[in-house]
């Protein structure tokens, strides 16, 4: 046994030593293969694999400055106690404790550095769920390809992102960080973000790892609250939220984040079923999962575990590989197979799980290859970024509301007033997990603004009120700019601050006192814009009711004053659709386009139904709406057989007409519905969309293939079926306004 471990360690020192480049051969050669793996498996000790599954955090310097090792961290580095580091950010700082781990350590183990690259890196493109306003698959593998580009060239080797959860609670402040209400957008914008992430495949020096997040159901949290309970059924669990992490593991994703909350009384971190029985066994998952910041640990506050031993007990039996920033691992591990409570087997597993990502990622063959500062300076804000993040931030724009065609607005009016908190914030343009993004490099709408009109447009800036502060101060200085100006641009919203983890909030509607500057400057009567600039959906039913224009603009990343001119002005457009529901008031959260029928559906002229006294039950603006500076029209609804064939695929096809003056794009988008089945099912469930852009009168057929799967449901056995009936397919720029088709499913 010792000649063996001394031969075995002898090969594998041999392989990992990176400081002689005649070894480089023979380190690619060996570099993914599992001979190479098992080899450094079995000359680890247990604290050595314990370290390979724990993260720890790089100590916090800021927004968009990474942070700093400290001493006992670089410690614990040349011990081979820690195998990844998270906001550790620039190619000259990771290469330098990168070294640290395979010049100093044992086993010369290079580390993986992790970082939220969310919505860009240092180039801040829109938050996600304005990216999936733009319904554009392609626009959003760009966003992440860049974000990819820079994140890579600073260090970096893995993002915590995409985030995929299915939100249909708007006071939950991630709703922000993911692609809405809808699993199958959901779906198609994971693929899209894990392709343009990974590129052509982690290894290359501008791809990065992929990860999936949070798994699963965690936009599911009960009364909007972060990191609160989940009580679905496992049919609602498979039917609305895996389908996007599915979507994300068939796309390549490499790796996988437990989720904070609890299912069904087991917290994800800790859920068996979840992590291995789905994920590996159903989906045949080969990466590995990480928990998210101190789950582990918090399995006590969960109450199913009584000491951090049996803490990291129940996490690695359940399949979370990686412990972030906890010592559960670290310290449980050792302990608990010591005392026979954990075969070494399950350490191994999870031990190599997390090698041959690093092995996949190239780092083995070159540790250092992530850590270019050449590389670093050309790519951090070069031009082509900030161009595709003006693109991308155009495309997510959303028109809600536009009477009278107050916009576009011409170039060279005489006087623009400009009012709002946040028409001049940087820091709010870039919206929470803004990577490295610093509010100096963001355009700003009042920027965007100078910058597009003429130069004998005089432009009149007020603040008016702070975001949620709830001093009417300045309402007379706004006011008297409002009478004095030929149109009116009033900013309101959010802070970036309102949104993201930890920002739940009870009520939707315009904080501080924002809806009485509102109402003060509309007073005025002068033409209005009401561009709002928010994480979530919010309640402005009075603004829908009074004010002429309204854009949704999320947070549009560095490019938003560019972006928010090109529109505003006429030079673009707006195509983006609302890929969540905007409800009237917060009370009748949680609100989506495809529910379930009831028994007694609301009806406005009975009584016994199901609604409320003192309001619809529609939402204000649905899911998929949105209005354009031009009309579309849609006619030739054609299936290619009123039966489904048995090729298994149907072809429907509709004619898609601009039949107004202006260039835009429109967004059509296929829906179905099952009337009749085993199974209650949607009133509508999205099944395709593609953007097309039409000059004036210019008309397009667009064709949607439908196949069987998307017909399928879970019946009642918990098995996917399709049964057969009759369907309804609803074509439209709206899952409301639509034209309709029958046909039959037989068996």
Same mark, same amino acid.
């Given at each position: 046994?010792?000649?063996?471990?001394v031969?075995?360690?002898?090969?594998?020192?041999?392989?990992?030593s990176?400081?002689?480049?005649s070894?480089?051969?023979?380190?690619?050669?060996?570099?993914?293969?599992?001979?190479?793996?098992?080899?450094?498996?079995a000359?680890m000790?247990?604290?050595?694999?314990?370290?390979q599954?724990?993260?720890?955090?790089?100590?916090?310097?800021?927004?968009?400055?990474?942070?700093?090792?400290s001493?006992e961290?670089?410690?614990?580095i040349?011990?081979?106690?820690?195998?990844s580091?998270?906001?550790?950010?620039?190619?000259?700082?990771?290469r330098s404790?990168q070294?640290?781990?395979?010049?100093?350590s044992?086993l010369?183990?290079?580390?993986m550095?992790?970082?939220?690259?969310v919505?860009?890196y240092?180039?801040v493109?829109?938050?996600?769920?304005?990216?999936?306003?733009?319904?554009?698959?392609?626009?959003?593998?760009?966003?992440?390809?860049?974000a990819?580009?820079?994140?890579?060239?600073?260090?970096?080797?893995?993002?915590?992102a995409p985030?995929?959860?299915?939100?249909r609670?708007?006071?939950?402040?991630?709703?922000?960080?993911?692609?809405?209400e809808?699993?199958?957008?959901?779906?198609?914008?994971?693929?899209?973000?894990?392709?343009?992430f990974?590129?052509?495949? =982690?290894g290359?020096?501008?791809?990065?790892? $992929?990860? *999936?997040?949070? +798994?699963? #159901?965690y936009?599911?949290?009960? @009364? %909007?609250?972060?990191?609160?309970t989940?009580?679905?059924?496992?049919?609602?669990?498979?039917e609305?939220y895996l =389908?996007p992490?599915?979507?994300?593991?068939? $796309?390549? *994703?490499?790796? +996988?984040? #437990?989720?904070?909350n609890?299912? @069904? %009384?087991?917290?994800?971190?800790?859920?068996?079923?979840?992590?291995?029985?789905?994920?590996?066994?159903?989906w045949?998952?080969?990466g590995?999962v990480?928990?998210?910041?101190?789950s582990?640990?918090?399995?006590?506050?969960?109450?199913?575990? %009584?000491?951090?031993?049996?803490?990291?007990l129940?996490?690695?039996?359940?399949?979370?590989d990686m412990?972030?920033?906890?010592?559960?691992?670290?310290?449980?591990?050792?302990?608990l197979v010591k005392e026979?409570?954990?075969?070494m087997?399950?350490?191994?597993?999870?031990?190599r799980?997390?090698?041959k990502?690093?092995?996949?990622?190239?780092?083995?063959?070159?540790p250092?290859?992530?850590?270019?500062t050449?590389?670093?300076k050309?790519?951090?804000?070069?031009?082509?970024?900030?161009?595709?993040?003006r693109e991308?931030?155009?495309?997510?724009?959303?028109?809600?509301?536009n009477?009278?065609?107050?916009?576009p607005?011409?170039?060279n009016?005489?006087?623009?007033?400009?009012?709002g908190a946040?028409?001049?914030?940087?820091?709010?343009?870039?919206?929470?997990?803004a990577?490295?993004?610093?509010?100096?490099?963001?355009?700003?709408?009042?920027?965007?603004?100078?910058a597009?009109?003429?130069?004998?447009?005089?432009?009149?800036?007020e603040?008016?009120c702070?975001?949620t502060?709830?001093?009417t101060a300045?309402f007379?200085?706004?006011?008297?700019?409002?009478?004095?100006?030929?149109?009116?641009i009033?900013?309101?919203?959010?802070s970036?601050?309102?949104?993201?983890?930890?920002?739940?909030?009870?009520s939707?509607?315009?904080?501080g006192?924002?809806?009485?500057?509102?109402?003060?400057?509309?007073?005025?009567?002068?033409p209005?814009?009401l561009v709002?600039?928010?994480?979530r959906p919010?309640?402005i039913?009075?603004?829908?009711?009074?004010?002429?224009?309204i854009l949704?603009?999320?947070?549009?990343?560095?490019?938003?004053?560019?972006?928010?001119?090109d529109?505003?002005?006429?030079?673009?457009?707006?195509?983006?659709?609302?890929?969540?529901?905007?409800?009237r008031?917060?009370?009748?959260?949680?609100?989506?386009?495809?529910?379930?029928?009831?028994?007694?559906?609301?009806?406005?002229t009975?009584l016994?139904?199901s609604?409320?006294?003192d309001?619809?039950?529609?939402?204000?603006y649905?899911?998929?709406?949105?209005l354009?500076?031009?009309?579309?029209?849609y006619?030739?609804?054609?299936?290619?057989s009123?039966?489904?064939?048995?090729?298994?695929?149907?072809?429907?096809?509709?004619?898609?007409?601009?039949t107004?003056?202006?260039?835009?794009d429109?967004i059509?988008q296929?829906?179905?519905?099952?009337p009749?089945a085993?199974?209650?099912?949607?009133?509508?469930?999205l099944?395709?969309f593609?953007?097309?852009?039409?000059?004036?009168?210019?008309?397009?057929?667009?064709?949607?293939p439908?196949t069987?799967?998307?017909?399928?449901?879970?019946?009642?056995?918990?098995k996917?079926?399709?049964?057969?009936?009759?369907?309804?397919?609803?074509?439209?720029?709206?899952p409301?306004?639509?034209l309709?088709?029958?046909?039959?499913?037989?068996?």
């Amino acid at each position: 046994m010792r000649l063996s471990y001394v031969s075995v360690l002898t090969l594998a020192l041999c392989v990992l030593s990176f400081a002689s480049p005649s070894t480089a051969g023979e380190r690619s050669g060996l570099k993914g293969s599992e001979k190479f793996i098992d080899s450094l498996v079995a000359v680890m000790t247990v604290e050595e694999k314990a370290g390979q599954l724990t993260q720890y955090s790089a100590q916090w310097q800021g927004l968009g400055s990474g942070g700093r090792l400290s001493p006992e961290q670089a410690e614990q580095i040349r011990q081979g106690k820690i195998g990844s580091l998270l906001n550790l950010l620039g190619a000259e700082q990771t290469r330098s404790v990168q070294r640290m781990a395979v010049e100093e350590s044992r086993l010369k183990i290079p580390l993986m550095f992790g970082y939220d690259v969310v919505h860009g890196y240092r180039t801040v493109f829109p938050i996600p769920l304005a990216e999936a306003s733009t319904w554009d698959p392609a626009a959003v593998e760009l966003s992440t390809r860049v974000a990819a580009t820079e994140a890579a060239a600073s260090g970096i080797h893995w993002t915590f992102a995409p985030m995929v959860d299915i939100a249909r609670d708007p006071r939950w402040g991630r709703i922000a960080e993911g692609s809405g209400e809808d699993p199958y957008l959901g779906s198609v914008m994971a693929a899209a973000r894990v392709r343009g992430f990974q590129g052509d495949g =982690p290894g290359t020096p501008t791809s990065i790892i $992929a990860c *999936a997040k949070h +798994f699963a #159901a965690y936009g599911g949290a009960e @009364g %909007g609250r972060d990191y609160n309970t989940v009580d679905i059924s496992e049919r609602t669990l498979r039917e609305t939220y895996l =389908p996007p992490f599915e979507a994300a593991a068939r $796309a390549g *994703a490499w790796t +996988f984040m #437990a989720s904070f909350n609890e299912i @069904g %009384g087991v917290p994800s971190t800790a859920n068996r079923f979840l992590l291995t029985e789905i994920l590996r066994g159903e989906w045949k998952f080969e990466g590995f999962v990480v928990s998210d910041w101190g789950s582990v640990t918090e399995l006590r506050q969960h109450g199913i575990a %009584g000491t951090q031993a049996e803490a990291a007990l129940a996490g690695i039996l359940a399949g979370t590989d990686m412990d972030m920033e906890g010592s559960c691992y670290r310290d449980g591990i050792p302990q608990l197979v010591k005392e026979g409570k954990l075969p070494m087997s399950v350490v191994d597993e999870a031990v190599r799980r997390v090698l041959k990502i690093k092995a996949r990622a190239g780092l083995f063959e070159d540790p250092y290859r992530y850590c270019d500062t050449a590389r670093e300076k050309a790519a951090i804000l070069a031009p082509a970024h900030r161009a595709s993040a003006r693109e991308v931030a155009r495309k997510s724009i959303v028109l809600l509301k536009n009477d009278r065609s107050i916009l576009p607005l011409l170039k060279n009016l005489g006087c623009i007033a400009v009012i709002g908190a946040l028409a001049d914030s940087g820091n709010d343009c870039l919206g929470p997990w803004a990577g490295a993004g610093r509010g100096e490099d963001a355009v700003t709408l009042l920027a965007g603004i100078k910058a597009a009109v003429s130069p004998e447009t005089h432009l009149v800036y007020e603040q008016g009120c702070d975001v949620t502060g709830i001093s009417t101060a300045g309402f007379s200085a706004a006011v008297n700019a409002a009478r004095g100006a030929d149109a009116v641009i009033l900013v309101l919203g959010e802070s970036a601050s309102m949104s993201g983890e930890a920002k739940s909030r009870s009520s939707i509607e315009l904080p501080g006192v924002q809806q009485q500057l509102l109402e003060a400057v509309h007073a005025v009567g002068k033409p209005t814009v009401l561009v709002l600039m928010n994480g979530r959906p919010l309640a402005i039913p009075w603004a829908a009711e009074h004010v002429g224009a309204i854009l949704e603009t999320w947070f549009l990343g560095v490019e938003t004053g560019h972006a928010l001119g090109d529109v505003l002005f006429g030079d673009v457009s707006p195509g983006g659709k609302l890929p969540v529901s905007f409800p009237r008031a917060t009370g009748q959260i949680p609100i989506h386009y495809n529910h379930k029928q009831t028994g007694r559906p609301s009806q406005d002229t009975v009584l016994w139904t199901s609604k409320y006294l003192d309001l619809p039950t529609t939402p204000l603006y649905s899911f998929g709406y949105g209005l354009s500076y031009t009309t579309f029209a849609y006619s030739n609804l054609t299936l290619s057989s009123s039966t489904f064939p048995a090729s298994d695929t149907m072809v429907v096809t509709v004619t898609v007409r601009n039949t107004g003056s202006h260039r835009g794009d429109e967004i059509a988008q296929l829906y179905i519905q099952d009337p009749v089945a085993s199974i209650t099912r949607p009133v509508r469930e999205l099944r395709g969309f593609k953007r097309v852009t039409l000059a004036a009168g210019e008309a397009q057929t667009v064709t949607f293939p439908l196949t069987r799967g998307a017909l399928a449901f879970y019946g009642l056995d918990m098995k996917k079926i399709v049964e057969p009936g009759l369907f309804r397919v609803y074509v439209g720029g709206n899952p409301v306004q639509t034209l309709t088709a029958d046909f039959t499913l037989q068996h």
